[in-house]
């Protein structure tokens, strides 16, 4: 059973364009939901992330938000550019259990 | 910035072969943890480790054994390995448990059973 759900599962959008993806969550006590960013041949990294006590957060082009009472959150990425290119996984956890990711969201960005 | 490294690479074995994933990371860090990836499942956790000679058990455990022999080590164990176990696989370490701290991943290791 995927606890944390994540699409599109692959998008390519243009160089220029925002990118939307989504996930969804079951565990209504989840209170911590980060993005981790993995390029082809690498491990994933933090990318950005949220508290429960949020709605919104930003950093430079990426913007995750934060809807509790429908158990979503997304990310958006304006002006995308090549290098975004990346394969992103959203993820949930809450007091001290561990954090469970969703199945990732491969995104190419065409020049 | 954390640095996490994991050897080997690549690693091919065959049924029932007998194979040992190491992590091994230099910053400090309490946590330690273990993932596979595979395609439509994201990262699964194995197990992971708050110390050395502590070990958790994660949501997919069946089948893996892990040892924390120090601070800086941690261990993947495969002892009958099975193709049901070809996968991508992760370490990663945080500075405490607190579910908030950030995780840093080594490179990973591409495991093929045969």
């Known amino acids: 059973q995927q606890q944390v759900r994540q699409s599109p599962q692959s998008l390519t959008v243009w160089e220029g364009g925002t990118t939307v993806l989504t996930c969804s969550y079951e565990d209504s006590t989840f209170n911590y939901f980060p993005w981790y960013q993995q390029f082809p041949g690498e491990g994933p990294a933090l990318l950005i992330s949220?508290?429960?006590?949020?709605d919104k957060k930003e950093d430079g082009r990426f913007t995750t938000f934060f809807n509790k009472r429908e158990k979503k959150l997304s990310l958006h990425i304006i002006d995308s550019q090549p290098g975004d290119s990346a394969t992103y996984f959203c993820?949930?956890?809450?007091?001290?259990?561990?954090?469970?990711f969703g199945t990732g969201t491969t995104v190419s960005v065409s020049p | 910035e954390a640095a996490v490294t994991q050897s080997p690479r690549n690693k091919v074995t065959v049924t029932g072969g007998n194979v040992t994933l190491s992590c091994r990371q230099t910053n400090s860090h309490n946590y330690m943890y273990w993932y596979r990836q595979d395609t439509g499942h994201g990262l699964r956790l194995i197990h992971y480790s708050y110390g050395a000679g502590n070990l958790q058990i994660g949501d997919v455990p069946d089948g893996y054994k892990a040892t924390r022999t120090t601070q800086e080590d941690f261990f993947l164990l495969l002892e009958l390995a099975s193709p049901s176990q070809t996968s991508l696989y992760f370490c990663a370490s945080s500075e405490g448990g607190a579910n908030q701290d950030t995780q840093y991943f080594g490179p990973g290791t591409r495991l093929l059973v045969l």
């Open positions: 993820a949930a956890s809450q007091g001290g259990r561990a954090l469970i």
């Open positions: 949220i508290l429960s006590v949020s």
